[in-house]
């Protein structure tokens, strides 16, 4: 798997004209080549393929969990408990199924938790399941479970943004994670693509590059003509 850097090199190389457009930060070539890859990483999810993708997730180890309220997340009055992050998650990446998570586990991992939402998990404890039911929901940045005795989970998913060095390397004994360098720069980082998609993906970006080069060539030539009638 290439890292972010290396696909911002590509791009540099494969569109020379870049190297005269001071505007074009190594910053935007990332964020506009992981937003192409995303496109493309979604037409598989959706056909429910890349979940078992070893690479394109980012495992947050031991995240650190508090009991609190359901109501807090969702209108409805009971005394029952559920868990809480204590940090906010960054953004995840969604698809026609719902969001892309590979996995929500017990540290144990004796326990899977399947994607819900606070009404509906709301609903069947007004029916007085007596099963018990082990699901996640994401409410105002938060993951939230079913199960309010957990301290800490095992969460996975793709995220559409950074991930802070806090969820990446926890404060526990857990196994740390290849990305769990506080000081490593995040180019450095893996760019979360399949490999077989990377070669369409740069071609996609330097595309759009092109039209963006192209129009600020425009406009500059048009600048220059009405410079010329004054």
Request: proline fraction near 7%; aromatic fraction near 8%.
């Amino acid at each position: 798997m290439s890292t972010r850097r290396q696909i911002v090199s590509d791009l540099r190389v494969d569109n020379k004209f870049l190297s005269s457009d001071i505007l074009i930060s190594d910053r935007f070539l990332d964020r506009k080549a992981f937003a192409t890859a995303l496109v493309f990483i979604k037409q598989q999810t959706n056909r429910r393929l890349l979940f078992a993708t070893p690479n394109l997730f980012t495992p947050l180890p031991c995240l650190e969990m508090k009991s609190v309220p359901i109501g807090e997340c969702c209108d409805y009055a009971s005394p029952y408990m559920v868990s809480k992050s204590i940090e906010r998650i960054p953004k995840i990446a969604e698809g026609i199924f719902g969001l892309l998570v590979q996995n929500c586990v017990s540290i144990d991992n004796m326990t899977s938790f399947k994607e819900s939402t606070p009404r509906r998990f709301a609903n069947a404890l007004k029916l007085g399941l007596k099963t018990p039911i082990n699901v996640f929901w994401l409410y105002d940045g938060h993951l939230y479970c079913s199960n309010g005795n957990l301290e800490r989970i095992n969460f996975s998913a793709l995220f559409e943004e950074d991930v802070p060095n806090k969820l990446l390397c926890p404060d526990c004994e857990c196994t740390p994670i290849p990305e769990c360098d506080k000081c490593i720069n995040p180019l450095d980082l893996p760019f979360k693509c399949p490999g077989y998609l990377e070669v369409p993906v740069k071609e996609e970006v330097s595309k759009s590059l092109m039209q963006i080069y192209n129009q600020k060539a425009l406009d500059r030539t048009s600048d220059n003509n009405d410079e010329t009638s004054k």
